[in-house]
């Protein structure tokens, strides 16, 4: 009964690689966000969706590329992967007009 | 943007111990969200406060929302070995519009000695 799931746990790449990461949430929200958590454990949002559609673009780098192919769904692209990028990735999601957000396990991203 | 002050930075304290933390905005929030992150984990939520002055328990867990809508704190009591981990505050700025787009605090690592 997992409620936000992401795939990998854990990615280890080169730079310059292209790699992707998945989330799905099982809880009906039509909200789904992309957090990013650096060394410092401080997370920050990078995107967020409401039922398929772009509402929050934070100043990220135009590398990094969320897709939502249904509301249950939101991925992230990355490409060109630079040694900046290792992080914690973590996806979320709530419900329509709700603060609460509710975190996957997280991404643990290292590019060598 | 929006910046949250957490504090402590990190606490270190004997199991039984009462802990207390806050956090502080220059601004004025009408949402704020206590979340707490175990090693390896996302953080998940505790408590959520919508109103000012209020205040809610979960357990033995305490949270309220400042008056002045500026500040919240979250209270452990009798502390225990598994409230190791890293407590977030987070908050929804009033001016924040239809995007629910949280602030978090730099968190408070919380370590417990047995």
């Known amino acids: 009964d997992t409620a936000v799931s992401q795939t990998p746990k854990y990615l280890v790449t080169q730079m310059g690689n292209d790699k992707s990461i998945k989330c799905e949430q099982n809880l009906g929200h039509d909200t789904m966000y992309w957090y990013k958590q650096d060394s410092k454990k401080f997370l920050k949002i990078m995107f967020s969706y409401n039922n398929k559609e772009l509402i929050i673009n934070e100043t990220v780098p135009n590398r990094f590329s969320p897709k939502s192919p249904d509301k249950a769904h939101l991925n992230l692209h990355i490409n060109s992967l630079e040694l900046g990028d290792s992080a914690v990735y973590f996806c979320a999601s709530s419900q329509v007009g709700e603060a609460r957000a509710y975190f996957g396990p997280g991404t643990r991203l290292t590019v060598l | 943007g929006q910046q949250l002050n957490q504090s402590p930075q990190s606490m270190f304290i004997q199991e039984g111990e009462d802990v207390s933390m806050n956090c502080t905005s220059s601004?004025?929030?009408?949402?704020w969200l206590w979340y707490k992150q175990d090693p390896g984990e996302g953080p998940v939520l505790l408590i959520a406060l919508y109103k000012a002055g209020e205040l809610t328990s979960n357990g033995r867990l305490t949270a309220q929302f400042g008056i002045t809508r500026k500040d919240s704190f979250l209270n452990i009591s009798a502390s225990i070995p598994s409230d190791v981990g890293i407590y977030f505050c987070a908050g929804l700025p009033i001016s924040g519009g239809s995007n629910y787009k949280l602030t978090f605090g730099k968190g408070t690592l919380l370590t417990v000695n047995p």
């Open positions: 601004s004025i929030f009408n949402t």
